[in-house]
Nanobody, 121 residues
Framework: QVQLVESGGGLVQPGGSLRLSCAAS????????MGWYRQAPGKQRELVAR???????DYLDSVKGRFTISRDNAKNTLYLQMSGLQPEDTAVYYC???????????????WGQGTQVTVSS
């Protein structure tokens, strides 16, 4: 069983900063990629940032230069440092990980429960 637990969401004023964390635990052989997605009310879930096992990052255009994704491999923890937050960043942020639970098995997508980020004055 694999669990992804997010933390760090909250209410912040425009221009402020937050850091999200996502800790992966359980039966994990290999994490191929981890990323952050978000879903605002009435909108589809979208990729915010992604980091693969080779260290390659990918960002949503609207967050480039403001958000930074990173990972502590020893702790199986993913981070998203968000700065210059704007009201349009308001959404539930979800952690995603592509995980192989044993050698030779097919990797699967796992999701966290989500953490609310609200940007408002």
């Amino acid at each position: 069983q694999v669990q992804l637990v997010e933390s760090g969401g909250g209410l912040v004023q425009p221009g402020g900063s937050l850091r999200l964390s996502c800790a992966a635990s359980g039966s994990i052989f290999n994490i191929l990629a981890m990323g952050w997605y978000r879903q605002a009310p009435g909108k589809q879930r979208e990729l915010v940032a992604r980091l693969n096992s080779g260290g390659v990052t990918d960002y949503l255009d609207s967050v480039k230069g403001r958000f930074t994704i990173s990972r502590d491999n020893a702790k199986n923890t993913l981070y998203l440092q968000m700065s210059g937050l704007q009201p349009e960043d308001t959404a539930v942020y979800y952690c995603n990980a592509v995980i192989q639970i044993t050698r030779g098995t097919i990797p699967y997508d796992y999701w966290g429960q989500g953490t609310q980020v609200t940007v408002s004055s």
